[in-house]
Structure formats: structure tokens, C-alpha cells
């Protein structure tokens, strides 16, 4: 195991539980998806992986060893643990060259060795040929797979073990998508990397990772085997989003009403009860344990198994 | 008659290196309550060619043909026929509700204004219209006094095609209406915008890079690639079974969830579309066309009839 959340809590404010108690595993050399809609905390969750945010209750571990959020550590923690962020027009500064963009964290963190090299190398990596061709090119003289493909050099420079890419192909086309995605998993294949994919795109589960976690209003309430949950979803919420999906393989889409509800008022009981199709009354009361978060199939939900 | 007929639309965008052309000679119809999708990645023209409708391109933009809305070119028509035929005839439901809402406008203030304008109805019913279009697309009634920053993203969009139904146009143009919406907003949005296709027997063009949303949504879909449409046909036929190689790169791309052969094979397209500049020659798709011979790139490619509505563009499919 090379990092876990376990009983991970994130308070914002007095009230607001964005994070509500999550365990996860993610093993080395695994891509596990975690899904779920805006607001779910899944973004959060993330940052906490990343120790961006620290958790108001709960543990992060890394290789065993519990985060420490002192500014030595933390900065030591983060060039293992990088994170890939979603719109690459965003996240690049655009009166950086692409060069510039790739070789900030070798300055910033001091990697020894010669610096034009390592960008080339990085560049080379994740498919930027011949890297030359690309150190003083802007970002706007990219296409958006080109810019994301920068974006993930910029993280690879520093020799992570792991990566943490949140909607790393939801502003790209079609087409660029694909690609982004096999670069994923020849860099998992190449260097053993782990990889965390935060999205709300589940096809892009089922392409690319080994685990899914299906989260909701701070929780996980599904986990398990990709060809698992994505093929024989449990939960309630898991059916919803999985019929939802467009594809013509109509199965009756189960549109739930409404948006993911506030993180400030959590309902008791199962908290997907007021939105659950096939809620029973003891939904509203019986606490549902937190999930294992490790390689098994899990349900949080009280009638599994009984529908 | 068809309602909506683009026939050899030609667009092309005034610049520093000369004319750009965005579209490049599409003929294309829509019938009364049909929901037309059209597919292809960024910069392939299909929202040019959507904004011809209305005539709402910059004036750089040279637009040639024909896009005739009940037999009538509005390329050519007056500025008040052309007045009369926005909003009420056709309307735009555009990408990016976000940036397309006033920010310092309530809600009911943006609805009545198209109403007013043009007088659909009489000034003393425009709160209640503004309250029945916001019921339409499923949206409770405090949402009339609030500001577009109070509303979710779902929340917008569903103000945006209010907008658009308010003077109950025949035609509504969606251009990817749900692109930046989560899954289940997505369906929610859809599923207003289908039901509401339905239930008033309008028209509708979906615009997405999404096959998959074209193909649940839409009774027919056309291809673009680069200015052109290379493949058309109904819409469920055309998913299943694309025949053209770019339709077939699209489809792949967002994968069917249980197919064997996506699990850890994403496909994708390798290259970029052309720039409007530098469009190749023969079929402008060949550089990147995974089945391309030689001759793909002197000559171009001829339009095949598959029959049932398919038409394909390509000279490596068919007899």
C-alpha cells in the first residue's frame, strides 16, 4: 500500500463535512477512478491526499508513515505525491514557455542533475517528440492534448510515485482523450506510477482503471473491482449514474431530482435516503459504517443483497 | 418543405493570412420536430455553421448558399424579417450558460425581456409566462428573483432553453448545452430539452462532441470534419455502426461501459484537426485517417448513398 486515507474527515467552516469519513487504499502500480458528482467531496478528498488540505479528523498515510504537515515535509511529500489538474490552459502560465513549465519543480525542489536533460527526458516521456522542438514553444501555440501532455511532464520531472489527476480529459475532444488516457496507462506501465483519477466520467473508469470508488456526499458508498462496479453496480446511487451514462444500450435511466445536496446538512441515517429510489424507512435512522476502502467489493448500504 | 434547409452553406473567417474557411459546403435539413445532432471535435465548424441561422456571426465572416427557415433565405432577408425570425422562429441555447446570463439581472428580468420584445404576449401575463417557462424546464418558482451566480450550473442551463422557449420558436438550436454538467445534470438537461421536443413538436440541433449524447438524444446526426459533412444517417444506425473512419475514431472514443475491448484500450485519434488555413488536400481527413491509401490525398472523396439515410463521404467505403 502506498497511500491511504483511513477515518478521513474535512470540515470547512462549522459545519460544512465535504470530507465525512473515508477510508482508501490505493496499492502501488494501481489506477483507481474515484467518481462521483460536483460537490461530492471528491475534489477535497484529493487535496487532503495531496496534503493540500489538512484533514479535520482521520489519517493520511504514505508508505506507512503518517503525513506530516510541516512546510519541510510537506514539500519533500510533494514531489512523490503530484497532482495533474484538469483545463491545462489554466494550470499552464501563459508567458511561460513550455520549457519554463516543465523545469519549475526541478528548481523549485533542487533535483540534481542537468536540467535541460531532465526536460527533455519528461518531455520525451510523455510523448512530446523531439522535446527540443517544444522548450520555447507558449502554451497558446498548443492544441489542448499537446498543453495537457506539458501539464503531466511538469509532474513526471520530479520522479513521483504517485499521481493524483483530477478530470485530467473532461476539456479535451474526443479524440485527444483517448490518447491522454493511454499515456496514463503506459506511465503507469513504464514507471510503476500509482494513479488516483478524480472524475465524474465514468467510460473513462472502465478504460483505464483497476478500482472505482463511487463517492457521495462525502462518503464512499461503493467500492470494488472496475469490472465489478461498473458491470454490477449495488448501490443505489452507483445505478442511477451508471444508467444515466449516455449510451444506447438504453437501460430505464433512473434521472435522480435534484443537485448533490448541501454538505452543510448531512440527513441522518443513509445519506442518500432523500434521493434514494428504494429507500425504507429505516434508511433514515440506521448509521451506515464507514467502507474497508481496500480491494474488495463493497456496498455501504442497507439493502444489499435485498433488492 | 423542410423547415430549416442549409443548402451549400460556405462560411469563411476574414484574416491576416487571407480568407479561413470555416465551413465549406454543407447541405442539410431539418423537418418540423425532428432533432438533428451534429458531431466533431473543437474547430471543425459545426457551431459556424448553427450561428448562420440566425445570421450571428462576426462580420469578418463571409457567409455563402443558402439557409432558407420556412422557404425563406435568411441570409438575405431584411433586418426586421430577420428580427422576427430570432427568437420566434429560432432560438440559440448557447454553450456556457455561465457567460451567456447577465450577472447583474434577476433571472425574471432576462426571461421577460425576449418576451416583451416581442410582444408574444400582453404586458400585464409576462410575470406569469416568465412563471410557466421556468415550470417547463422544471425549475421552482423562487428561482425568478434570483441572480445567475445564486444558481447551480444545471440550474442555468435550464434558464438558458426558458430563454430560448420564451417566444415559442419552432426551432431551438442547442450548442453543446451540457459539456461543463455532471452526468446526472446532463440527463436532467436532456431529458428537459427532449421532452420539450416533443411535447411542442419543435425542431432541434443538438451540437456536441459527444456521439453518445447525439445518439440518445437525437433522431438523426451529422458528422463534420474539417468544414465538411462526412457522414450522416439516423441517429442509433450511425452510433452502432459507423462507416466512416473519422465517425468510427468519435464513436470509439468515449466507450460503451462493459465492452471487453475498451477495458484498458482507450482509443483515441492521433494528430489534430486541420487549421482552417492549411486544409488538406483530397479528403481533408487522410493525414489522420487510419485506413488512408495514397490516393486519398489527390482525390476527392465522392459521396456514397448506404441507403436507410446514410450517406457516407469517403472513398474507401461502399460498393
Known amino acids: ?307 | 418543405m423542410s423547415f430549416l434547409e442549409f443548402c451549400d452553406v460556405h462560411v469563411e473567417y476574414a484574416s491576416n493570412h487571407g480568407m479561413l474557411p470555416a465551413v465549406r459546403g454543407v447541405s442539410l435539413a431539418v423537418e418540423p420536430g425532428e432533432t438533428l445532432g451534429i458531431a466533431g471535435e473543437s474547430g471543425c465548424g459545426k457551431s459556424t455553421l448553427a450561428a448562420t441561422v440566425l445570421r450571428l456571426l462576426p462580420e469578418s465572416a463571409a457567409v455563402r448558399g443558402k439557409v432558407l427557415i420556412d422557404g425563406s433565405d435568411v441570409l438575405t432577408m431584411g433586418w426586421g424579417q430577420l428580427r422576427a425570425v430570432r427568437w420566434s422562429q429560432a432560438a440559440i441555447v448557447f454553450q456556457g450558460a455561465m457567460h451567456a446570463l447577465n450577472p447583474v439581472q434577476r433571472v425574471r428580468d432576462q426571461l421577460a425581456e425576449p418576451i416583451r420584445l416581442h410582444r408574444t404576449v400582453p404586458s400585464s401575463e409576462v410575470g406569469e409566462r416568465v412563471r410557466n417557462l421556468l415550470e417547463q424546464v422544471g425549475l421552482a418558482k423562487s428561482v425568478t428573483k434570483a441572480y445567475p451566480n445564486e444558481l447551480s450550473g444545471g440550474q442555468r442551463q435550464r434558464v438558458m432553453i426558458a430563454m430560448a422557449l420564451a417566444c415559442e420558436p419552432d426551432l431551438i438550436i442547442a450548442d453543446e448545452p451540457t459539456t461543463a454538467l455532471d452526468v446526472m445534470v446532463q440527463a436532467q438537461v436532456l431529458r428537459v430539452l427532449t421532452g420539450l421536443v416533443h411535447d411542442l413538436n419543435m425542431g432541434m440541433i443538438l451540437i456536441s462532441h459527444d456521439l453518445g449524447v447525439l445518439a440518445t438524444t437525437c433522431d438523426r446526426i451529422a458528422v463534420m470534419y474539417a468544414g465538411r459533412i462526412v457522414e450522416t444517417g439516423v441517429a442509433r444506425e450511425l452510433f452502432d455502426a459507423p462507416e466512416h473512419p473519422y465517425t468510427r475514431a468519435l464513436a470509439a472514443a468515449f466507450p460503451r461501459i462493459g465492452d471487453p475491448l475498451a477495458r484498458y484500450a482507450p482509443q483515441g485519434l492521433p494528430g489534430d484537426p486541420p487549421s482552417l488555413g492549411d486544409i488538406p488536400t483530397g479528403c481533408a481527413f487522410h493525414p489522420r485517417c487510419a485506413i488512408a491509401i495514397a490516393s486519398c490525398s489527390e482525390s476527392a472523396p465522392r459521396v456514397v448513398e448506404l441507403g436507410h439515410h446514410r450517406t457516407v463521404v469517403c472513398n474507401l467505403v461502399g460498393p
Open chain 1, 1 to 307: 500500500m502506498i497511500l491511504s486515507a483511513r477515518d478521513v474527515a474535512v470540515t470547512f467552516g462549522r459545519q460544512t463535512r465535504a470530507v465525512d469519513g473515508v477510508n482508501l487504499d490505493l496499492v502501488k502500480g494501481e489506477i483507481v477512478a474515484l467518481v462521483g458528482e460536483s460537490g461530492c467531496g471528491k475534489t477535497t478528498l484529493a487535496r487532503s491526499l495531496l496534503g493540500l488540505v489538512r484533514p479535520s479528523r482521520g489519517v493520511i498515510s504514505f508508505e506507512g508513515s503518517p503525513l506530516e504537515y510541516s512546510t519541510r515535509r510537506l514539500k519533500a511529500y510533494r514531489s512523490q505525491v503530484q497532482l495533474i489538474l484538469q483545463d491545462p490552459l489554466g494550470a499552464l502560465n501563459p508567458r511561460h514557455t513550455v520549457y519554463d513549465a516543465v523545469a519549475e519543480g526541478v528548481r523549485i525542489h533542487g533535483i540534481p542533475g542537468d536540467e535541460k536533460q531532465l526536460v527533455s527526458a519528461a518531455l520525451a516521456r510523455v510523448g512530446l517528440r523531439p522535446p527540443e522542438q517544444f522548450f520555447l514553444r507558449y502554451p497558446h501555440e498548443l492544441s489542448g492534448g499537446q498543453r495537457q501532455r506539458v501539464v503531466i511532464a511538469g509532474a513526471l520531472i520530479l520522479q513521483p510515485r504517485v499521481l493524483i489527476a483530477d478530470e485530467p480529459v473532461s476539456s479535451l475532444d474526443a479524440s485527444v482523450r483517448g490518447e491522454i488516457l493511454s499515456l496514463l496507462l503506459r506511465l503507469r506501465e513504464e514507471l510503476q506510477l500509482t494513479v488516483l483519477v478524480v472524475t465524474h466520467d465514468l467510460g473513462l473508469a472502465w478504460n483505464v482503471a483497476d478500482r472505482v470508488a463511487v463517492m457521495y456526499l462525502g462518503r464512499i458508498v461503493e467500492c470494488g473491482p472496475a469490472s465489478e462496479v461498473l458491470t454490477n453496480p449495488q448501490h443505489p446511487y452507483t445505478k442511477a449514474l451508471m444508467s444515466v451514462v449516455p449510451d444506447v444500450s438504453q437501460k430505464d435511466a433512473i434521472v435522480l431530482q435534484g443537485e448533490a445536496p448541501d454538505a452543510s446538512r448531512i440527513p441522518a441515517g443513509c445519506r442518500f435516503h432523500p434521493r434514494c429510489p428504494v429507500a425504507i424507512d429505516q434508511c433514515r435512522t440506521t448509521m451506515i459504517p464507514i467502507l474497508v476502502g481496500s480491494e474488495g467489493h463493497e456496498v455501504a448500504c442497507l439493502l444489499k443483497g435485498k433488492s
